[in-house]
């Protein structure tokens, strides 16, 4: 078992960024002009891994604060008048805690389960949730030929009622008038090929 080892590693993060989008907000002209949106942001996080022989657990969780990641309402024609959209300055915090447990059965088969939960605030209000339980299983079908199948099951809650989850990886959107979701979103099957 060469994979089999005991360790611990803990790792610490944190990063500034920024995200160019378009808010939406562009005036109707023959067609809609993009209006250029920022959106600063930071983030700060830990993520522990261990390793007992066969087993491997990882645990994480992290923190993040956005200026302004929010499109504004479309600009629009009202009986023949162009009316501009308007800008959503709403700041908006996200946390993400997530762990993830694998363990050889054998060095062709590795079974394992992620877990992510991520929470949603606008403005320290407006909570909303996302779980997401990924379970799967990497093979090794030749010794250059590897296959992953991973599932994608999601409990969405306090759905925005416009945007997905893409973000957070995440694609459950609620039915109109609600704002809560269970979905067993898809199945996933990778083949990568070694030459």
Known sequence: KPWAERSITLDLFAYHGMQRIDNGTGTLTGAVTPVQQDDN??????????????????????????????????????????????????????????????????????????????????DSSNPASLLRLIPGIAMLLRP????????????????????????????AVAPPGQSSKFDAESINATLAVAY
Do not use: C
């Open 144 to 171: 250059n030929i590897k296959a992953v199948v991973t599932g994608d099951i999601e409990r969405a809650y306090g759905l925005p009622t416009t945007q997905s989850w893409t973000p957070a990886s995440g694609f």
């Open 41 to 122: 942001f930071n983030a700060v996080g830990a993520v522990v891994h261990a390793q007992v022989d066969s087993l491997s657990i990882m645990l994480g969780d992290q923190f993040e604060r956005h200026e302004s990641p929010y499109q504004g309402s479309q600009a629009m024609t009202v009986m023949g008048n162009v009316v501009n959209g308007a800008p959503n300055f709403a700041s908006a915090t996200a946390s993400v805690g997530y762990g993830e447990i694998d363990y050889v059965v054998w060095p062709w088969l590795v079974p394992g389960v992620r877990a992510e939960y991520t929470r949603t605030t606008v």
